[in-house]
């Protein structure tokens, strides 16, 4: 039912109108000083130095997927250790084909020299 809604269509405008609030303070009151080093870009304390568009390995984004992918993939161990007792046997034997079929895969990355960096790529 439409009238079900109104609760959360109360809430989404109270939400918008803090943020819209917020903001527009913020803009209003908020201190604005510009000066070079203020606008300069900042990264971990170093200063940024030559071309930004300079090439480097490929292997920076192999090792970035790769940790995305396990990371999910963990992710996925998380509701059967939830409901590890009501899963039983059925449950405990399709979690250690899966956890199988992940380390079959990391050993095959693994094998491939995709953690080795000074090879070339």
């Not at 269509?9 to 913020?26: D, E, K, N, Y």
């Not at 390995?57 to 790769?66: C, P, Q, R």
């Not at 084909?97 to 050993?107: Q, S």
Request: proline share 4%; charged share 15%.
């Amino acid at each position: 039912m439409p009238q079900d809604y109104i609760p959360v269509l109360i809430q989404l405008i109270i939400a918008l109108g803090f943020i819209a609030t917020t903001i527009g303070l913020s803009h209003i009151i908020g201190a604005k000083h510009y000066s070079k080093a203020k606008l300069e870009n900042f990264e971990c304390g170093i200063e940024g130095l030559g071309n930004a568009r300079s090439p480097f390995s490929v292997k920076y984004f192999l090792i970035a997927i790769l940790f995305v992918l396990f990371d999910v993939e963990v992710i996925f161990m998380y509701p059967w250790a939830v409901n590890f007792q009501a899963l039983g046997k059925d449950g405990f034997l399709e979690m250690f084909l899966y956890i199988l079929l992940v380390l079959a895969g990391f050993i095959y990355i693994l094998l491939k020299g995709a953690f080795k960096w000074d090879k070339p790529s």
